[in-house]
């Protein structure tokens, strides 16, 4: 169930928001040498909703 609720919502923050980088270039993925892959630098976004979904969040 809980797999369901987070592919729903993912799905609808994608959907409903436009997402900018905060300095405007490119993510960087570079990852660390680890056996977890952490990004070297964290991801940092500017979340926007989109014009046709005002209606919808409000």
Known sequence: ??????????G???QCFEFTAVD???VDM???AATLMVKIT???LICKARPNTHNLLA
């Open 1 to 10: 169930m809980a797999l369901r609720v987070i592919n729903l919502v993912m």
């Open 12 to 14: 609808q923050l994608l």
């Open 24 to 26: 405007g270039k490119e």
């Open 30 to 32: 570079t990852e660390t």
């Open 42 to 44: 964290p991801l940092e």
